[in-house]
């Protein structure tokens, strides 16, 4: 059984794959933080910018079977070519993401991408993998396509991940929701800056801003 919380085709707005069409597929509940603000300070991860609770978003569900969610998603995709792109996030996927469900999305025509904190092993087969470590929780995925690192954070600076194994090494701003001008958008933002300022010092790492806030999509 798999609890979704919601699912919807847009673009991928971080990452290398920034730009790319996609159906997000938001599963259910995190393994860092409960959901609930009152649980927010306290939790490991205290700065997640997303609803993932409950199955009552738009196309969320509860879905019995792999094949069962894998054609609901494949329902969102459009008729037309190019290469059909899932990105599983959440909440923590890897809580409910297994080998049947990516072998169901590979045999509908989907690549498989993942968003994960990297604290849970990735099951075989996805074709692409970043790792968004959070706070002290130990990392146990041990490569990856891009390492994608919110910033900054006290717990985890980029220095202990500089010699991960992963492709792309990516600093993303930390979206504070409690910015000086209540503003949401990554370019106003001081961490923006200091993750530019991390970037130009340290040339290994790359800038990704989150591109589907700054045009107004989801
Ligand atoms: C909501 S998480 C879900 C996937 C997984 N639990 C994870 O943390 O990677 C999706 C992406 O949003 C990022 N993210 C969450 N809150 C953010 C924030 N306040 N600012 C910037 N990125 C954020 C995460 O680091 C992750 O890369
Ligand atoms: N457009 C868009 N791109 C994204 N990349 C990662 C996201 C996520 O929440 O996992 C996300 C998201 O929520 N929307
Ligand atoms: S690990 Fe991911 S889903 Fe969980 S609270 Fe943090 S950012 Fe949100
Ligand atoms: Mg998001």
Redesign the pocket.
């Known amino acids: 059984m798999y609890k979704v919380k919601e699912a919807f085709y847009t673009l991928q707005?971080?990452g290398a794959q920034a730009g790319r069409a996609a159906v997000?597929c938001?599963f259910s509940k995190c393994n860092l933080w409960t959901g609930r603000e009152k649980d927010r300070a306290a939790a490991v991860c205290n700065f997640c910018?997303?609803d993932f609770v409950g199955t009552d978003g738009q196309n969320g569900g509860v879905f019995e079977t792999a094949e069962a969610l894998a054609d609901h998603i494949l329902g969102l995709w459009p008729d037309a070519p190019g290469a059909p792109y899932v990105v599983c996030?959440g909440g923590e996927p890897l809580l409910q993401l297994d080998e049947p469900l990516i072998e169901a999305f590979h045999k509908v025509g989907f690549e498989v991408g993942v968003?994960t904190n990297g604290t849970l092993p990735a099951p075989a087969g996805i074709d692409w993998l970043c790792v968004s470590p959070k706070a002290d929780a130990p990392v146990v995925i041990e490569a990856c396509d891009e390492l994608k690192l919110v910033y900054p954070q006290p717990e985890a600076m980029p220095e202990r991940f500089v010699h991960f194994n992963a492709r792309h090494l990516f600093l993303s701003p930390m979206a504070s929701p409690s910015a000086p001008d209540g503003s949401t958008d990554p370019i106003k933002q001081s961490n923006t800056r200091k993750a530019t300022d991390y970037c130009l010092a340290n040339p290994r790492w790359r800038l990704t801003l989150?591109m589907?806030k700054i045009i107004g999509i989801d």
Do not use: A, S, Y
């Open positions: 707005g971080e997000f938001r910018d997303t996030t968003e989150q589907h």
